[in-house]
């Protein structure tokens, strides 16, 4: 991915007209669909000859992830508050998910077209892929802030996979979200409630004395280990595609 250099991007002037590109584009994405918008339709939109929109973003693929940033900066200035507000580990992860699809909403259409490509770790836009590993990290790193200092009881072999464990959950619900077609998706949100609910009692559950569960937990973090080399493995396989 290959964007303006860092001495152009950083002026008030160049993050003004960016924000402007992106927000062109997103809205164009909704109206008219992901691959039928072209980089001469954004330009138009936002009021911008072709060659001054290429400068800030050599292509579509590179809106997509500065829209993944910005919904990630978004996501973590308002985790600060959510996390301050309680040590109640249950309670902090159902803010951080509901404030997540709060702030998504508007974007539904758009995500729609993203989720058909999500699971695919080789496509340049998948959340899982190598090129999405930055955005992806810090999005794992607020799951990492909602067990610091928090009453979640946790067998320690399990603690070092739960952040990243915790983001593939979010990334469920959301593909579960893109797809509801229940009023305001209300069904998401009690299938979340559920999930929480079964999951903090299963934390819980690992860390208690129980003879015999050390070695569920074991075969439990052999598990996740395999699962997260599988996605490892096919994260780095990715191509950079043809500009």
Not at 27 to 47: N, P, V, W, Y
Not at 112 to 127: C, E, K, R, T
């Amino acid at each position: 991915m290959t964007e303006a250099g860092p001495v152009a991007r950083s002026t008030p002037k160049a993050r003004r007209t960016r924000a402007r590109i992106l927000d062109s584009s997103l809205l164009l994405f909704q109206e008219k669909g992901f691959h039928e918008t072209s980089m001469r339709d954004i330009a138009a939109r936002a009021g911008l000859s072709l060659g001054a929109t290429y400068y800030h973003f050599r292509s579509k693929d590179d809106l997509v992830f500065a829209f993944y940033a910005r919904t990630q900066e978004d996501a973590e200035r308002e985790a600060l508050a959510t996390l301050a507000a309680t040590s109640n580990f249950e309670e902090r992860l159902r803010s951080l998910l509901a404030m997540r699809l709060d702030h998504l909403a508007v974007y539904r259409g758009f995500f729609s077209v993203l989720a058909n490509q999500a699971l695919d770790f080789n496509h340049p836009l998948s959340p899982f892929g190598s090129e999405s590993e930055p955005t992806r990290e810090r999005a794992i790193e607020i799951m990492r802030r909602a067990m610091e200092g928090s009453d979640l009881r946790v067998h320690e072999t399990l603690r070092p996979r739960l952040p990243l464990l915790l983001w593939l959950l979010q990334m469920g619900l959301i593909f579960l979200w893109v797809h509801d077609q229940s009023e305001a998706q209300v069904r998401t949100r009690r299938i979340t409630d559920l999930c929480l609910g079964l999951l903090t009692r299963l934390l819980a559950l690992s860390a208690a004395p129980i003879p015999g569960l050390s070695r569920v937990v074991s075969l439990l973090d052999q598990l996740i280990g395999e699962i997260l080399e599988l996605g490892a493995r096919s994260g780095s396989s990715h191509e950079e595609p043809a500009q």
